[in-house]
């Protein structure tokens, strides 16, 4: 097992009232370690919070009765005040660089919908270069890669919500083309997975599901309005009949035959 840890280093002039000028973002210390296999750590409760960003492996975070698998390229959030455990993979053991850290921006962690995140490669080989090159961390190097990264997720929560809206407008724009989940993520582009578990976050259901949903839903209303099966079905972006007839009896309880009549 590989381990260094140094502390921030703060200009002189600042030593004393360190507090004041660092209030939204104060660095503590940043560390990186490359685990043994299933090597745990805690539990453990911190006064500050601490992030860490893992670059290779995998490995289990455990906090307020869950449970966080968390992969390479990914980071966790530590908060002060609780009492977490950590451990590598017994097959695939991670390695991590942490950053720990106080002050008004990273209350900002508090109302996040995550604790786990995607984060660019950029944080671990930034703390990386820290710990192998010098031996204090400089505190305004550290913090601008903090108010970086604040923004950069942040951001990244806003846009989530964005995003899905895009999808929905779009959805409902295209709905009679031949369209599928893939072109539909590259609207917003997004990887499929990425997007398709946030759209399920924001909305419920999946993107395919809204699809469908919205479908079925203009097809029942050209059926009323006198069209054809056939025509409801090619309006509405289905080609094949008889697998639009089942997925409307199966959504509607009736087949699109006795809807029109019903209608």
Same mark, same amino acid.
């Given at each position: 097992?590989?381990e ?5 280093? $703060?200009?002189?002039?600042?030593e004393?009232e ?56 990914? #980071?966790?959030v ?64 550290? =913090?601008?890669?903090l ?6 997720l ?14 929905k407008?779009? =959805?409902?724009?295209?709905? #009679?083309?031949?369209?599928?989940v893939?072109? =539909? ?8 997975? $990425?997007i &398709? ?6 909305? &419920? ?6 699809? =469908?949903?919205?479908?079925?839903a ?18 509405? &972006? ?13 959504h509607?309880?009736?087949p ?7 209608g």
């Amino acid at each position: 097992m590989s381990e260094s840890m140094i502390f921030v280093s $703060y200009p002189k002039c600042l030593e004393k009232e360190k507090a004041p000028a660092f209030a939204d973002i104060n660095p503590l210390f940043v560390g990186y370690e490359r685990c043994e296999k299933g090597h745990a750590f805690g539990p453990a409760i911190r006064s500050y919070y601490l992030i860490h960003f893992v670059s290779e492996g995998t490995g289990t975070l455990f906090a307020d009765g869950r449970t966080w698998t968390v992969n390479a390229g990914e #980071m966790f959030v530590i908060y002060p005040d609780e009492a977490t455990s950590y451990a590598a993979d017994l097959r695939h053991p991670w390695t991590y660089c942490w950053v720990a850290f106080d002050g008004r921006y990273a209350k900002r962690f508090d109302s996040a919908e995550n604790r786990v995140y995607k984060v660019s490669d950029l944080y671990f080989n930034r703390i990386k270069e820290l710990t192998d090159n010098c031996k204090t961390a400089n505190a305004d190097f550290v =913090i601008a890669l903090l108010y970086n990264l604040i923004y950069e997720l942040f951001r990244e929560e806003k846009n989530n919500a964005d995003h899905v809206e895009t999808i929905k407008n779009y =959805i409902e724009s295209n709905y #009679m083309k031949d369209i599928t989940v893939e072109q =539909i993520a590259r609207v917003v582009y997004l990887d499929r997975r $990425y997007i &398709g578990r946030k759209f399920k976050e924001k909305t &419920g259901t999946t993107i395919q599901n809204y699809l =469908i949903t919205v479908r079925l839903a203009n097809a029942a209303k050209f059926l009323s309005a006198g069209y054809s099966v056939t025509q409801s079905a090619n309006m509405c &972006g289905y080609r094949d009949v008889f697998n639009f007839s089942k997925i409307f009896k199966k959504h509607f309880n009736a087949p699109p035959k006795n809807y029109k009549k019903n209608g």
